[in-house]
């Protein structure tokens, strides 16, 4: 069996590991590009959840990337 779900991190230039930049990540990814991802803190680290079903194609990875590039630091 392959896991359909991953944690990685966002870029460090988004900004500091902690709960309010974390939903300042996961609005701007929102609200700005209508794509939902979970953005968590866990330890001293930020986290994005990935999951991917068979309804997502490529274009949705490649979609995320540019809008996390689109995102200002904090």
């Known amino acids: ?3 359909c779900m991953a ?3 966002p870029p460090a230039r ?3 590991a902690d709960p309010r930049n974390a ?3 996961r ?5 700005e590009h209508r794509i939902e991802v979970p953005v968590l803190v866990h330890g001293d680290r930020s986290w994005a959840r990935l ?6 194609e490529e274009s949705d990875l490649e979609r995320l990337a540019v809008a ?7």
């Open 27 to 31: 609005d701007a990814l929102f609200f």
């Open 51 to 56: 999951s991917m079903q068979v309804y997502n």
């Open 7 to 9: 944690a990685v991190p």
């Open 23 to 25: 939903q300042r990540v």
């Open 14 to 16: 988004l900004g500091a």
């Open 68 to 74: 996390v590039d689109a995102i200002d630091g904090a």
């Open 1 to 3: 069996m392959i896991g």
